[in-house]
């Protein structure tokens, strides 16, 4: 029961342009999301999170969008630079949930 | 160095044979969390403890994982008889206590079962 999917496994996006990464869940129970960051052989490095009570969260070249109807979010990342080629996951949690469910990652690649 | 500490970064280990990873959490946090990474997918949720209680612990925590948190600060994951599934990143993360704040990860053990 894949509870936070990301369906595209990857994206390339050229240099400067915008990059958003999609991220849908099922679990109505969820009000708390978190995007993280992955480069090879390390851990995953947290961007941005956004609560239920808001629809957007802004820092620096990161947005995070919220859709709770639509049970969804995304991550724009603009001007899209060749450092963030790497791998995003998606998180959710819930009250009393304690624990992170991720989704499969997305593969972001920037072009130059 | 005040981020969330894994030793070792890797292992290879005899199939078979018994394992022990250390992780030290951000010393501020009170919460830790084990996690398995295998290629191409998302961290999956292994167990997680509040000071040294354990709370929660995944159906894909098997009899032969145990995870401790003595005194409410570093804390050890054991593989027993590690087999060949057991291959994969193994990530610990570490938060505050609610609200809900962010967990930060380790770089995490690499083990490799052969």
């Known amino acids: 029961d894949q509870q936070v999917k990301q369906n595209s496994p990857s994206l390339s996006v050229q240099e400067g342009r915008i990059s958003i990464l999609n991220c849908d869940y099922t679990?109505?129970?969820?009000?708390?999301f978190l995007w993280y960051k992955k480069y090879p052989a390390e851990g995953p490095t947290f961007l941005i999170s956004?609560?239920?009570?808001?629809d957007k969260n802004e820092d620096g070249r990161f947005t995070v969008f919220l859709n709770k109807s639509a049970k969804h979010l995304s991550l724009h990342i603009v001007p899209s630079q060749p450092g963030d080629s790497a791998v995003y996951f998606c998180?959710?949690?819930?009250?009393?949930?304690?624990?992170?469910?991720f989704g499969q990652g997305t593969r972001l690649t920037i072009n130059p | 160095d005040t981020g969330v500490s894994q030793d070792p970064r890797h292992k290879i280990t005899k199939r078979g044979q018994n394992v022990t990873f250390r992780c030290d959490p951000i010393s501020e946090h009170n919460r830790l969390y084990w996690y398995r990474q295998t290629l191409g997918q998302g961290p999956e949720f292994l167990t997680y403890f509040q000071n040294e209680a354990q709370l929660e612990k995944s159906r894909l925590l098997s009899d032969r994982f145990s995870a401790e948190r003595p005194k409410g600060s570093f804390s050890t994951l054991e593989i027993q008889r590690t087999e060949q599934g057991d291959s994969a990143m193994y990530l610990c993360?570490?938060?505050?206590?609610?609200?809900?704040?962010?967990?930060?990860f380790g770089q995490g053990t690499r083990l490799t079962v052969v």
């Open positions: 679990n109505s129970m969820f009000d708390y």
């Open positions: 993360a570490s938060s505050q206590e609610t609200p809900w704040n962010a967990a930060f």
């Open positions: 998180a959710a949690t819930g009250r009393g949930a304690q624990k992170l469910v």
């Open positions: 956004i609560s239920s009570i808001k």
